[in-house]
């Protein structure tokens, strides 16, 4: 087995620039070079000094483990690879960006979705009545220009790295069937990084043996979205040779991207997609129609839209768990992003923790998708940085072992409601306590409030009828003053000061379903302007839960009608500032018209007021709300 050769830093007086050689394994001393050849650093940076319109390209088709369209010979996965040429790097070897992609050529842009308007929840025992629909590729699927193929060639080749494209299994010019998110799909990404060791088997267009011997073989992965997700799942295998990773809006758990707490789910403006809608769209609709078409029906069997709940099939899709992680992590994500929610950077940063694995993130206020190249940040040093420069830096010192004190900077990067970023030791801010916020309610139908003393003496419910398969979620926000009678409303007094919450807001309901065996329960936790204010609400974050699943994910439990029970689940992570003179409220609704299936209206829920309340992670805790 080759093993890939050690970098050192060799101190060359150039211009203030550092030049970086190739040196021999670590046993050994590095030799003086007698001529300063090799990458350019500036600023902790590399430099683009080789040409990208000399750089060697070629494809390579890697041999994998696996057999996922089961002809008897192992699926191949096609790479594409760009880099320096030998004479521009006088032979020494360079090291690799790889990002992995289902969307690189011959995606199914009319897929038929499912109808998420059903007569009653399927859970319930009665099936969809309205058929299917078909998908607008172009406005429904902006995952795949995720990342276009050339921009990291055009930042990166020129620098001194090589970059891989590769398609995933079953998609594009790739062997096999997509599996979306398992195993298979793991290990078919995984032996490009084998290959790159030395570890694989790769071949041309010809069928001719191709070796990688023109790279150190340390790999860093990167991607946005699903691109972003395959590094998440290579990384937890732990392979030798992957130095780093940079994820960005990616999925940590395939389960939580479509179910939530039990129930199902869509990823934001995806409404119907479900994980085998996800591989046909990858697949392409030959393939999926065709030779995959047994391995897709699979997926749509054992995907489980009926009960929701967390399954073997769901465990075999689930990357929180670091324990053989060995790549650093440079994880980053949009604070709005509710295609890929929060909960992913989040469990997965916790975990990361847990075993700590050398890690960095950035945290943005915008939604899916990275944060900008030109977005930057001032260090306490007084140093400025974008987050390219970032990004690059976070390259060079994993994978060209360059000292530029990337891991020495402040642990978390945090754009704040102005849009201006800030760094902290760490997320979530180690200062947040957690503090219960009750529910109090005098009347039925009046809206209520949220306070941290005690409840009112008087007891009372509140009810409210499912209609959010006609009525949309920011008609439920709004007028939170006003009585509905599809909604239920908790407002806390205006703030004396700003609040900020950092962590995991939690929804602890004492909630009945009167007239039926389960429902949807959606709760959204709302910045509200002052009491009379004409503002519009902004939804800080939200959440939802299977009834059926008050006591785990895994595991469908009847509720009795009209019988009260106690739920427990956790929003979406957030990190935000309520602003001084505004008021924390919190919505509870059933059916969510952006989200959720949409049974016919008419459900009806009830609510203990008294025995129900929100729990927010304040940063200075309980005294610093002031009420």
């Not at 075993?355 to 900008?372: A, E």
């Not at 009525?471 to 609040?499: F, K, W």
Request: a negative charge; one cysteine or more; aromatic letters at 8%.
């Amino acid at each position: 087995m080759r093993r890939p050769r050690h970098l050192a830093l060799l101190s060359v007086s150039v211009s203030g620039a550092l030049v970086l050689s190739a040196a021999p394994p670590a046993a050994a001393a590095a030799p003086t070079p007698t001529t300063p050849t090799g990458i350019v650093v500036s600023d902790g940076m590399t430099q683009p000094v080789f040409s990208l319109a000399d750089a060697i390209e070629e494809r390579v088709f890697v041999q994998t483990p696996v057999d996922t369209d089961h002809d008897g010979r192992p699926d191949r996965v096609a790479i594409d690879i760009s880099r320096p040429r030998e004479t521009a790097t006088q032979g020494f070897k360079v090291p690799v960006i790889f990002e992995h992609s289902p969307y690189r050529k011959g995606t199914w842009g009319d897929v038929p979705y499912p109808s998420v308007l059903v007569d009653d929840l399927p859970q319930n025992g009665l099936t969809d009545r309205d058929g299917r629909r078909a998908l607008d590729a172009g406005a429904q699927r902006a995952q795949a220009k995720a990342n276009l193929p050339g921009s990291l060639d055009d930042y990166y080749v020129p620098r001194g790295y090589a970059v891989v494209l590769g398609q995933s299994v079953g998609t594009g010019d790739s062997d096999g069937c997509p599996t979306s998110g398992d195993q298979a799909e793991t290990l078919g990404t995984k032996a490009v990084i084998d290959w790159l060791n030395g570890r694989a088997k790769g071949y041309d267009a010809n069928g001719a043996p191709v070796t990688a011997g023109w790279t150190t073989g340390a790999v860093g992965m990167t991607g946005v979205s699903y691109n972003g997700t395959l590094p998440n799942q290579v990384a937890t295998t732990g392979v030798k040779g992957l130095k780093t990773i940079v994820p960005v809006s990616a999925i940590s758990s395939w389960y939580d991207y479509y179910r939530a707490n039990g129930l199902v789910v869509a990823p934001g403006t995806f409404q119907g997609e479900d994980l085998d809608i996800l591989a046909q769209y990858t697949a392409g609709q030959a393939r999926a129609e065709g030779q995959c078409a047994d391995e897709l029906a699979g997926i749509t069997a054992k995907q489980d839209r009926v009960t929701g709940d967390y399954s073997t099939f769901w465990r075999d899709r689930d990357y929180l768990d670091a324990r053989d992680v060995k790549a650093s992590v440079f994880v980053v994500h949009g604070l709005n992003d509710w295609n890929v929610k929060t909960e992913h950077f989040a469990g997965w940063w916790d975990q990361l923790a847990k075993r700590d694995v050398p890690r960095k993130i950035w945290l943005h206020q915008g939604g899916h998708g990275g944060p900008g190249s030109s977005a930057s940040v001032t260090l306490p040093s007084g140093q400025t940085w974008t987050y390219k420069q970032t990004e690059n830096r976070w390259f060079d010192f994993w994978l060209w072992n360059v000292r530029n004190g990337i891991m020495d900077e402040p642990t978390a990067v945090l754009q704040r409601e102005d849009r201006a970023y800030t760094t902290y030791a760490n997320w979530p801010d180690p200062a947040a306590r957690e503090v219960g916020l009750r529910f109090a309610a005098t009347d039925t139908t009046a809206p209520g409030a949220l306070t941290t003393g005690k409840p009112p003496k008087a007891t009372v419910e509140q009810s409210f009828v499912d209609e959010g398969r006609t009525i949309h979620p920011d008609t439920l926000v709004s007028n939170p003053d006003t009585a509905s009678p599809n909604r239920l409303a908790y407002r806390s007094p205006e703030l004396t000061q700003s609040v900020r919450i950092s962590g995991r807001p939690e929804m602890r309901l004492r909630m009945a379903i009167d007239n039926k065996p389960d429902a949807n329960l959606t709760a959204y936790l709302v910045d509200y302007g002052p009491a009379g204010s004409t503002a519009a609400p902004t939804v800080v974050t939200r959440g939802w839960m299977d009834p059926q699943n008050r006591k785990s994910a895994a595991r469908t439990e009847p509720v009795k009608q009209g019988k009260l029970y106690d739920y427990r689940w956790t929003m979406e992570p957030k990190d935000y500032v309520f602003p001084a003179g505004h008021r924390i409220g919190v919505v509870v609704f059933s059916s969510d018209q952006e989200y959720t299936l949409l049974p016919l209206g008419g459900t009806e829920l009830r609510v203990a007021p008294n025995d129900s309340e929100l729990r927010l992670p304040v940063v200075g805790g309980r005294s610093v709300l002031g009420f």
